[in-house]
């Protein structure tokens, strides 16, 4: 138990005790994995609802400063108080270009803000859980769905004003604030680019992976190829792909390169 508590600090309530737990973790009077009083001596001291003490521990808890633990209360998670945020990262996988977007986070975000990142493999379960297991622990949240269903229930308990999708957008996350491509019309443009190059092949076959890869890529090359009267075909990387002369072909991951 807290031995003291800050008090006619001239701030709201919450924030005089979150207040009060940052200068009682400065003054080294508790420390990392230490139990913090229980909401009800919260309530208690500082006379206020309980719901008012639930805030000021959600606050720090979303801070990355404590964590709680369901029926035993919670506990100091970090000491350093000058955390002002701490982002939860969701990406499909780890690749080149995630892990170069990885890193511009780290360089961007400031040393007062504290990252964690996951990967749900495409496995709707898998983003389930994790994001249910963040709730309330994360000032912010970044989420790249990829082509998975349903996120926007997965998510709809976080506040999304501090929610933010990445990469692709499906109908039921409009409501947040995001950055994601036009794989349609990019995909057609680049190749729109490449066309006197592409024509010079009789056949031209993309290796597409429905689970994993975007449907707006496979849109932009059947377009293509309509518009300019080119032959195609789609293979799925789980077939055996056989390379045949005067074919084209257009992969969109490291392993079917290396197979072709």
Not at 91 to 118: M, P, Q, R, T
Request: aromatic content about 12%.
């Amino acid at each position: 138990m807290l031995k003291t508590i800050y008090q006619n600090l001239g701030l709201t309530k919450t924030k005089e005790i979150v207040i009060s737990i940052e200068k009682t973790i400065e003054e080294k009077k508790i420390r990392k994995g230490d139990k913090l009083p229980s909401l009800n001596y919260i309530k208690d001291y500082f006379s206020v609802s309980r719901d008012t003490a639930i805030m000021a521990y959600k606050e720090l808890m979303a801070r990355g400063i404590i964590y709680s633990v369901v029926g035993k209360g919670y506990y100091l998670e970090n000491e350093n108080i000058d955390t002002v945020k701490k982002i939860f990262i969701l990406f499909d996988e780890l690749n080149a270009f995630k892990e170069s977007l990885y890193k511009s986070f780290i360089e961007h975000l400031g040393s007062n803000v504290e990252k964690e990142i996951y990967f749900h493999h495409f496995n709707q379960k898998t983003l389930k859980s994790i994001i249910e297991n963040s709730k309330g622990k994360y000032s912010h949240y970044v989420i790249m769905p990829a082509n998975l269903k349903n996120v926007g229930h997965f998510i709809k308990d976080l506040n999304n004003k501090n929610v933010y999708i990445l990469d692709q957008m499906h109908e039921d996350l409009i409501e947040y604030s995001s950055v994601y491509q036009n794989f349609e019309k990019g995909v057609y443009s680049c190749l729109l680019e490449l066309k006197e190059a592409i024509l010079k092949y009789k056949q031209f076959d993309i290796v597409f992976n429905s689970d994993i890869q975007p449907k707006g890529i496979l849109d932009g090359f059947t377009s293509f190829c309509e518009d300019n009267y080119i032959a195609f075909n789609i293979v799925s990387p789980k077939d055996q792909i056989i390379v045949a002369k005067d074919t084209l072909y257009l992969t969109l991951d490291d392993a079917t390169l290396i197979t072709i």
